[in-house]
């Protein structure tokens, strides 16, 4: 079993703030499961309104999608080359929320691998508060490219 700090999620997944939104792996076993958290507070900027104290759904799942992607970039680390992989999202299917998620909520997502075919992996699993669901994904894929091939270049120049 293997845990990752901020650290290690920051050198595996391109997001920051404030869309970095995994704070912690407790569990991975490399090419199959993957178990992450992601602290709800008051103090993110989506509660600034002060109109909704519920999460948006749409970041529960960009969260669960995150801890998909450290599941898959976990396993493969870099190119042969030494390019770093970025995770692209590629489609989700039945998706079914359950219950809100608010502040003071400590999100648990357990990733499974379903099955993986090159650089493109199937994921499902759920999301947990308390060990209540409060997500559950049938299917999620993600695509893993190098860096290199996505990085902008300038027609004229061909450069970055």
């Not at 801890?67 to 989700?92: E, H, K, Q």
């Not at 502040?103 to 997502?109: A, I, Q, S, V």
């Amino acid at each position: 079993m293997t845990t990752l700090g901020t650290d290690e999620i920051r050198t595996l997944l391109p997001h920051r703030y404030p869309m970095l939104l995994v704070d912690r792996v407790t569990h991975l076993e490399p090419g199959r499961a993957l178990t992450a958290t992601k602290a709800v507070t008051a103090n993110e900027p989506w509660f600034a309104d002060g109109r909704s104290l519920a999460y948006p759904q749409v970041l529960v799942i960009e969260s669960w999608c995150q801890a998909a992607s450290l599941l898959a970039a976990g396993a493969l680390r870099d190119t042969p080359g030494g390019d770093r992989l970025v995770p692209l999202f590629g489609a989700i299917s039945r998706i079914t929320f359950h219950r809100p998620v608010g502040p003071g909520d400590l999100l648990e997502h357990r990733v499974r691998l379903l099955r993986a075919v090159s650089d493109t992996w199937m994921f499902e699993g759920e999301a947990t508060v308390a060990d209540e669901t409060v997500l559950t994904v049938e299917r999620v894929t993600i695509a893993l490219r190098p860096g290199a091939e996505l990085r902008a270049r300038t027609p004229a120049t061909g450069s970055v």
